[in-house]
């Protein structure tokens, strides 16, 4: 048998079921029972059968593959997010396609056009703004798709999935607040997306609400070097925080390097929230306190939502929002009773931005 092509009914044969199930397990075009499924895909591996993608395109009009549209690559959550997708593809005999964006607009519209070139059976997409990409709105109704983690205000003809990101900061927040801290800095990376803006404005209204006191919200950036820098900046410039909150896993990263830098020990004087929770993040001398993204939810859920499109579910548009935890460590202890308060109260609220002059207030 070495060097022919198994074929599809050489599968069905071994697996004693039709050729039409064999095809639907693989196709998923019509539904086949778990027992069914295991029987094929047994067949299957013994085999070493590979499924002809090229031939399925031509016969449904649709490649076995599956969009995913992300902002940056080399922020480790979408790439967590790609990877999980990735294994939910595989189990249901889909391929990935994925394209960056950089959080370039113009750049998006280029993945997208590349990516709906390959005529794929659905997508996921993490928009890089919170408006519907360019090209993609006129595939609304027409190709199956998700937006995650970014979700477009008003986009409600779109399945959705997030988390409650006013909650998340919340959590942060009251956490800080129960440990006496008072002086807080926001370090957020763009307020122009909407699941930034909602993190900051949890934190910032029960701060203000426990306290009498507004944060500092300084925008870092989605560059965790260039953050390090504006963030730096600020606190030579300024009277020191007692607490930051770091509401991406990039600016948790920007933080801790701008505290190196200025030789500043994380939890006394500075307290530390990280988000997002990866293996780095307790692997250090002094483990991060984190608000942990339940990512490998969200991945189960808007595949679940797409797989469904896929299968022809025409329901009124879902929107699933999941809710993060705080995984408790070092980062953040009691404040010290004897330590000076450096700031005063502040009646609004300030906003720093990233820029050239990192001390501009907006």
């Not at 590979?50 to 959550?77: H, I, K, M, T, W």
């Not at 964006?101 to 928009?127: C, F, M, N, Y």
């Not at 995984?327 to 009773?337: F, H, I, L």
Request: hydrophobic share 40%; with cysteine; charged share 25%.
């Amino acid at each position: 048998m070495k060097g022919k092509r198994i074929t599809i009914r050489e599968v069905a044969a071994r697996a004693g079921v039709s050729i039409a199930t064999v095809s639907n397990v693989f196709s998923g075009r019509k539904a086949v029972n778990d027992d069914l499924q295991k029987r094929v895909k047994k067949a299957a591996r013994d085999l070493s059968y590979e499924v002809n993608r090229a031939a399925s395109q031509l016969r449904s009009g649709r490649a076995r593959v599956v969009g995913v549209l992300v902002p940056d690559l080399d922020d480790v959550f979408f790439t967590s997010l790609v990877s999980q997708l990735e294994v939910l593809a595989q189990r249901d005999g889909y391929d990935i396609l994925v394209g960056s964006s950089r959080d370039d607009p113009k750049l998006e519209q280029s993945r997208l056009r590349a990516l709906l070139g390959w005529r794929p059976s659905g997508l996921i997409a993490v928009p890089c703004t919170d408006a519907i990409p360019i090209g993609l709105d006129k595939e609304i109704g027409r190709l199956p798709m998700v937006f995650a983690d970014r979700v477009i205000p008003n986009g409600g003809a779109v399945d959705t999935v997030t988390i409650d990101n006013r909650e998340a900061g919340e959590i942060a927040a009251r956490y800080l607040i129960a440990s006496g801290r008072r002086n807080i800095v926001l370090a957020a990376s763009t307020l122009a997306i909407s699941p930034i803006r909602d993190r900051v404005q949890g934190a910032s209204e029960l701060i203000r609400a426990e306290t009498g006191r507004n944060p500092i919200v300084i925008e870092l950036g989605s560059n965790a070097e260039r953050g390090a820098g504006v963030l730096s900046q600020w606190v030579e410039r300024h009277a020191r925080p007692d607490a930051v909150i770091a509401l991406t896993n990039v600016t948790t990263l920007s933080t801790l390097s701008a505290l190196a830098r200025l030789r500043i020990d994380i939890p006394d004087p500075v307290a530390v929230i990280g988000f997002d929770d990866y293996p780095w993040m307790s692997a250090r001398k002094t483990a991060l306190t984190a608000i942990r993204q339940p990512i490998e939810d969200i991945a189960e859920a808007a595949w679940s939502l797409l797989r469904k499109r896929m299968a022809g579910d025409r329901a009124k548009a879902q929107s699933v929002i999941l809710n993060a935890s705080l995984q408790v460590r070092d980062s953040v202890t009691p404040a010290r009773t004897d330590a000076p308060d450096e700031t005063s109260n502040i009646d609004a609220p300030q906003r720093i931005a990233t820029s050239e002059k990192p001390s501009s207030i907006h």
